[in-house]
């Protein structure tokens, strides 16, 4: 019925947190989560984190997608990923498309880092299959 196809259907917020201008990784971002038959509500750049929460709230958001750019600060990125994390449910998923590599390795307790726009779709399929597996290292 409806309610099976919905539950497979990831509903994707995307955004840029605040200080990050570089929206066009969001928006190839965004084509491909499409690709994958996902619902998506992109609120472009420099969300701030509690709106992004709120966001998540109404829309009912299964994942939040935020982007990166080599512009950004690798320490001060982490942190506001473990800010936004906190501040989310732990029933939503935090994805983050960046390409510092220092950053990949350390990563963020509770964020998936994207290292490519191709690990969207094997990451869409992980997440249909255990039902919004949290990402990030243990």
Do not use: K, Y
Not at 16 to 44: D, Y
Not at 50 to 61: E, G, N, S, T, W
Request: some cysteine.
């Amino acid at each position: 019925g409806p309610e099976a196809s919905a539950a497979s259907t990831p509903r994707v917020l995307l955004s840029t947190l605040q200080g990050e201008t570089h929206g066009l990784a969001l928006l190839m971002a965004e084509a491909l989560f499409s690709v994958e038959g996902c619902e998506r509500m992109n609120l472009g750049c420099q969300t701030p984190a509690q709106d992004l929460r709120d966001a998540a709230q109404a829309h009912r958001a299964d994942i939040v997608v935020v982007s990166a750019s080599l512009a950004s600060h690798p320490g001060r990125l982490a942190e506001a990923l473990a800010e936004l994390r906190a501040l989310l449910p732990t029933s939503v998923a935090l994805w983050v498309g960046q390409p510092h590599a220092a950053l990949q390795r350390r990563g963020v307790p509770g964020v998936l880092m994207l290292n490519r726009l191709d690990d969207i779709a094997p990451q869409v399929q992980g997440w249909r299959d255990g039902r919004g597996l949290r990402g990030g290292p243990r």
